[in-house]
């Protein structure tokens, strides 16, 4: 029975380079966007990783996704007698999925773009602004796409996301919808650029241009997975998504969590004949546009034989490993266990966390975790910017992360440890209580009512 990683084992881990070179690779492609090249390229680095991890049994699952490409975006403002085109890529960013067009109207700025702050808001044929942040007292992070919906719906003719982070970044982040652009077009804005159209705005009515050229269609997306261990119907499933945004390099989102999956695959394949639960290490394509790689997974297997996810996104800013176990307390008291073993402190969460690849599990009622680390305050930090690159991370925090990771897993599947399902209209009520569900109505993501019309519905 595994209690704890063999010394031996956990002092190799601490001198692996599989995952950070693995990190290197990625970056070089440059472009991991869904359905981009880059992103095929990427699948099969993560297969021979695996390969190289002693995980003999790579294989790959393809599955059809729309995909959208960057064109050319401006932003051309009136202040006073002077006119100002913001285009360069340190200003401006499209926003993946949003259509092409060309409109004219005046910029408004709804300040955190809050739902309450578009409220008896007519915005017909404005340019909506709105920051990426979400004050930390609200109770909830407000996403991107919400806040876009909420402009759209209050009749705006375009949308401008405005970042609160410094540095010349405008944010990405994809505002599309499930199988289609989404209706009006939307750009991310750099802080600086945004602060000074918020002091333009404070001066009176700003007139605006804003053109999007961008190109959409069909493609398809990868999901890679091994195992390892014994040979039951059960598994415990360990996870990241190789996909990034085709900005910056992707580097911590999510090359750093695909990194933590080769490692722990390294890690579990030395213990392999001690483990009594088989682990499912996969890596997921496409989740930056909508979750594509999970949805399709969790849609063609059966969940009645997943025993646990652990899903890691947002890992690589520290070594301080957070899991969040949304309500599932046998996940938390499993890494609380490892905690102990190895006086470490991890910093377990219970609330809900509706985004990322462990989702289309939890809201069905699979007992799931997402694992990140502590970045310093609420946000993204450097993610989904020019900045997410490979220079921000640390091969220690890897290796501390995969270590702790390791454990973790392995204590999950073991037989003795149990980890309970619940019922989906547990994980609504959670939604409902902690207002998930006014986002997600917003977005047109929430689970529980119509049918979605997934691109691969017709495979089912």
């Not at 100002?84 to 993946?96: C, D, G, K, W």
């Amino acid at each position: 029975m595994m209690t704890r990683l063999p010394d031996a084992v956990v002092g190799d881990a601490y001198r692996s380079t599989l995952g950070w070179d693995l990190i290197a690779d990625l970056e070089d492609l440059n472009d991991r966007m869904p359905g981009h090249e880059g992103e095929r390229i990427g699948a099969d680095l993560v297969a021979e990783a695996f390969e190289d991890a002693g995980l003999d049994d790579a294989t790959f699952d393809e599955f059809p996704i729309p995909t959208w490409r960057r064109g050319e975006a401006g932003l051309t403002v009136a202040h006073g007698d002077r006119e100002t085109t913001f285009a360069r890529s340190h200003e401006l960013v499209e926003l993946p999925g949003t259509p092409s067009g060309e409109v004219t109207g005046e910029l408004v700025d709804l300040g955190y773009g809050l739902p309450e702050d578009f409220e008896d808001v007519d915005l017909t044929g404005d340019i909506a602004m709105a920051s990426s942040l979400t004050p930390d007292d609200y109770g909830r992070w407000v996403h991107r796409s919400e806040k876009y919906r909420y402009a759209a719906e209050s009749g705006a003719a375009g949308f401008v996301f405005y970042n609160h982070i410094e540095g010349s970044l405008p944010p990405t982040g994809s505002i599309g919808d499930l199988n289609d652009a989404g209706p009006i077009p939307a750009v991310g804005l750099s802080k600086e650029a945004g602060a000074r159209l918020q002091r333009y705005c404070a001066d009176g009515t700003v007139e605006a241009d804003l053109s999007v050229d961008c190109e959409t269609g069909r493609g398809t997306s990868r999901n890679i997975e091994a195992t390892v261990g014994p040979d039951t119907d059960e598994a415990v499933l360990f996870t990241a998504h190789v996909d990034g945004h085709d900005v910056g390099t992707a580097a911590n989102d999510n090359g750093f969590g695909t990194a933590m999956v080769v490692e722990v695959g390294k890690i579990l394949a030395r213990v392999a004949d001690e483990l009594e639960t088989k682990v499912r290490l996969v890596v997921f394509g496409a989740e930056e546009t909508g979750l594509y790689g999970s949805y399709y997974w969790s849609h063609t297997h059966d969940l009645e034989d997943v025993k646990c996810i652990v899903n890691v996104d947002g890992a690589g800013y520290s070594r301080q490993l957070e899991i969040h176990d949304h309500g599932f307390e046998q996940m938390s008291e499993a890494f609380d266990a490892v905690s102990d073993e190895y006086e470490i402190p991890i910093r377990t969460e219970s609330q809900l966390r509706p985004h990322s690849d462990h989702w289309p599990f939890v809201q069905r009622g699979v007992a799931g975790a997402q694992g990140r680390s502590t970045s310093g305050g609420s946000d993204r930090g450097w993610g989904h910017t020019h900045a997410d690159t490979m220079d921000k991370l640390d091969v220690r925090d890897l290796r501390d992360m995969s270590i702790l990771c390791a454990a973790g897993v392995a204590r999950l599947a073991r037989e003795d440890v149990t980890v309970d399902h619940v019922d989906d209209a547990e994980i609504r009520q959670a939604c409902l209580d902690d207002d998930f569900d006014v986002g997600m109505k917003a977005t047109g993501t929430w689970p529980w009512g119509a049918e979605k019309d997934w691109p691969w519905a017709d495979e089912l």
